[in-house]
């Protein structure tokens, strides 16, 4: 079946980069955008931007821009994302998501980023 | 504060129908297809609807939504208590090029 499985929580100090993978099994990689979202404990969903898997070409919100990359290894199948310069309010829930018209079918489990010093 | 504004709450009891609103402007909903997403506590969330109506494979008919000019709405009937959960809607804004999140309902089923 169609499945996203993320890396595990970790944990970063202030000013630190993480990376965050998501392995994509059950479908063409390269077919599908994957998107990006986060959710802060007990807040809504944020979306951080998007992929192409096939081509590489990425799109950011102007908040995350210079801040954020999103990559992928088609080999493996599988998309990262990294976020620079983490602060506290860094720390939240991040699911990648396959994109198809739009919506987002299936997503990962998520994983939890925490930033504290 | 989101730019696709939903009710905080919602609430029904079980066999009730509810309904939950999501308003928004010409550059979003006005002009692009709405999503649903349901996610229950501790969990990802999961498409409910898509592109305004239609329903995944496995979704209940019992889920239904609407959109009409800059506002969408997703109707809940036959109330369950696996119902409750927190429901956001989502769409494309062509002025942000970017894709919006509701700031989400969470339905009570008392």
Redesign the interface.
Known sequence: QVQLVQSGAEVKKPGASVKVSCKASGYTFTNYDI?W?RQATGQ????MG?MNPNSGKT?Y??RFQGRVTMTRNTSISTAYLELNSLRSDDTAVY?C?RSN?????P????TLVTVSS | QSVLTQPPSASGTPGQRVTISCSGSSSNIGSNAVHWYQQLPGTAPKLLVYSNNPRPSGVPDRFSGSKSGTSASLAISGLQSEDEADYYCSAWDDNLSGRLFGGGTKLTVL
């Open positions: 998107n979202v809504g969903l944020e979306w998007w799109g919100p102007q699911y998501a018209n739009g919506d987002y079918v997503w990962g489990q998520g």
